[in-house]
């Protein structure tokens, strides 16, 4: 009769220890709203880019904004072959890896060498702010 009522204790102890235990992990990792995934950052104001330039950026990740005239492009500052930040050569309008010295135009295309082009990244402008979607497997 005594050991009826402890098992029934434990039984009931165990039930709402597994449930919470279940919860707190299904809240801590299934939630998709804590995931990290493609997220719209606000990068700078479109007021900014008064005329044709380039400008660096590392929010999540290192990027170049590319204001032609006309339109913007987001590019990664990441060499896709060395994983270097590249530099911006302002004189010839061009990306130079620092680490093998690939060189790419500012539409992220190599000139040198058979090497992946640059990743672009998708860009918006909303209420004069530029918006760089970023998590997408950078």
Do not use: Q
């Amino acid at each position: 009769m005594r050991y009826t009522k402890l098992i029934k204790v434990l039984f009931w102890f165990f039930t709402f220890f597994w449930f919470f235990i279940i919860f707190v992990f299904s809240f801590v990792y299934i939630n998709p709203s804590l995931e990290e995934g493609p997220r719209w950052r606000e990068i700078d104001k479109v007021e900014n880019f008064i005329e044709p330039e380039v400008k660096f950026y590392k929010i999540d990740t290192p990027l170049f904004i590319i204001f032609n005239g006309k339109e913007f492009i987001a590019l990664s500052a990441i060499c896709p072959f060395r994983r270097s930040i590249l530099e911006y050569d302002e004189k010839n309008n061009i990306f130079i890896c620092p680490s093998h010295g690939e060189k790419f135009d500012l539409n992220g295309n190599p000139l040198n060498k058979k090497v992946k082009r640059l990743k672009s990244f998708s860009i918006t402008i909303k209420g004069g702010k530029i918006y760089v979607l970023l998590g997408e497997g950078y």
